[in-house]
């Protein structure tokens, strides 16, 4: 049986406006089930459309692993090449709705040489489902995409123990992948200032439908929800949207409107937090304050509502804020609340993904663009390269694609910098290489530097006698006001 998402599109896209919408990411390894798993939550949701529904039945028999059954990752595997050497090789984003919620699925490859694939479609998911063949148990691979899924800020994971028909539904099995996942990944994983996500073991067969949306009779013994009712009721927000208006108010300014010199706005989309008429901001990184003026709503449909003012505004919305004070204010600057403003720095501790052929050389300078600000910056020391693997450090002088490390991140101008576990938009960056305008790297904020730091941290490393002293003189005479050189150590 196939469906259409609606015979009337107007009432199908109306009833979808008001619902949330959850991002999640796929991961496995080749041939755990993945676009099974998709094409198995696609049907059952009855969001395949008829001739999808004949095409993949039709080339079940021609492609098919699945003998008389219809093979579920014919729906989703799109790419005539892929399908060709049996692996997907690029995020493939698909959606689908239930009454409860809307999604978006990442689904991403997960061979090692697509780690920036997989890097790309974890950045904005909420939820990560990890796969895992019941009977091959954890692979080396379970051990990268956890790394990586945790590296990107993902709270919550979801542990899919798929082909369970193929060990008798064996509860004892179950168990025993839950606890080498606990034991083996989780309690290994290196956290970079982030908490331990919340993770969440579902036992599964994706061909057949067991535990995906329906529950599954064949394992009585498993008594939590099936996958889709988890993903329907799952608060998956992040920290800075379970905080709502108590968060931290971020708004990176993309544009400077100026249409005549009565108005002077400053546009841009409110990153995290709420801003009210009257609140006291400062603009990063010049420090100057002021107050807001008026809040003027844009992205609006009608002529009236572009103009309408608001008493405040909240993210993720556009809008347009006018000030008090004609303070300078350019694009890239940041404005935040008096009483809650970020540390401003030109050098940064940040994890860096390296997603170019090309290597990266700590010598050269790149394009740093975090939110709307443009900046350079050279990765002046690779203070360790992470196994994604095994989770080990290694010492290297260059990064080659795919590789994640731990660096110091040396800017021509000081930016307003958040850490990416407390602010995944404004405490992350893309690379881009000067010379080609590609796009060659992701980095997240680990820590930030004082603002003192930029003219001393690239000059001297301290000894450990020196680090200890600074660190007792940091205890008991805070009123010294010595700033911390551990900061640039290699942690
Ligand atoms: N018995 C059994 N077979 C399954 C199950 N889920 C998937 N398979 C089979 O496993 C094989 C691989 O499934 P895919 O969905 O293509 O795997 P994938 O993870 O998307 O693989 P790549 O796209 O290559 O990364 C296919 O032959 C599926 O029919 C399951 O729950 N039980």
């Known amino acids: 049986m196939a469906h259409t998402p609606a015979e009337n599109i107007e009432a199908y896209l109306k009833e979808h406006e008001n619902k949330d919408m959850l991002r999640f990411l796929t991961c496995g390894s080749v041939d755990d089930g993945k676009s099974t798993l998709i094409g198995r939550l696609l049907y059952d949701s009855k969001m395949i459309f008829e001739d999808q529904l004949a095409a993949a039945e039709s080339e079940s028999k ?25 692996i997907t090789i690029d995020v493939a984003y698909r959606f689908f709705a239930t009454d409860k919620r809307k999604y978006i699925i990442a689904d991403t490859p997960g061979h090692e040489q697509y780690t920036r694939n997989m890097v790309t479609g974890a950045s904005t998911a909420d939820v990560a489902i990890i796969l895992i063949d019941a009977r091959k148990g954890i692979l080396t691979q379970t051990r990268r995409h956890t790394y990586i899924v945790n590296l990107l800020g993902i709270r919550h994971i979801v542990v899919a123990v798929n082909k369970m028909d193929l060990v008798d539904f064996s509860e004892e099995r179950f168990e025993e992948i839950k606890h080498s996942y606990e034991k083996e990944v989780l309690d290994q994983l290196p956290m970079h200032g982030a908490a331990r996500p919340e993770t969440i073991y579902i036992p599964m067969s994706a061909l057949d439908g067991d535990n995906v949306v329906d529950k599954s009779d064949r394992m009585p013994w498993f008594k939590d929800k099936p996958l889709l009712e988890l993903l329907d009721t799952i608060d998956y927000r992040n920290a800075e949207q379970i905080a709502g208006d108590k968060a931290s108010f971020r708004f990176p300014v993309q544009y400077v409107n100026r249409p005549n010199l009565d108005f002077r706005g400053f546009c841009g989309t409110i990153a995290s937090g709420s801003v009210r008429v009257g609140d006291a901001i400062t603009v990063l990184p010049s420090g100057k304050t002021t107050t807001v003026k008026s809040i003027i709503n844009s992205g609006d449909v009608t002529e009236a509502d572009r103009h309408a003012t608001a008493d405040a505004a909240y993210a993720p919305m556009a809008v347009t804020i006018t000030t008090e004070d004609e303070v300078d204010i350019s694009r890239g600057d940041m404005l935040v609340h008096t009483d809650d403003v970020p540390r401003v720095s030109n050098a940064l501790k940040v994890m860096l993904v390296w997603m170019d052929e090309t290597p990266m050389q700590p010598e050269q300078s790149y394009y740093i663009k975090r ?63 000067r010379v ?35 660190a007792y003189i940091r205890e008991h005479f805070p009123e010294w006001g010595a700033r911390d050189v551990s900061v640039f150590e290699n942690n």
């Not at 059954?69 to 090449?81: E, R």
């Not at 000081?414 to 881009?432: K, W």
């Not at 796009?439 to 004082?450: E, S």
């Open 62 to 86: 021609k492609y098919g692993t699945t003998g008389e059954k219809i093979d579920m990752a014919l729906l989703v595997d799109g790419l005539q090449s892929e399908r060709e050497q049996g």
């Open 436 to 470: 080609t305008n590609n796009t060659v790297g992701a980095g997240m904020i680990v820590d930030v530097a004082a603002r003192e730091h930029e003219k001393v941290a690239s000059v001297r490393e301290y000894t450990e006698a020196e680090k200890a002293l600074n």
């Open 371 to 433: 939110a709307t600000s443009d900046a350079t910056g050279r990765f002046e020391d690779i203070n360790y390269k992470i196994d994604v693997n095994t989770y080990e450090r290694e010492q290297v002088d260059t990064l080659a694609l795919n590789d994640i490390a731990s660096c110091k991140l040396v800017l021509n101008r000081p930016i307003a910098a958040d850490h990416y576990s407390d602010n995944r938009q404004t405490g992350s960056f893309i690379v881009v290489d």
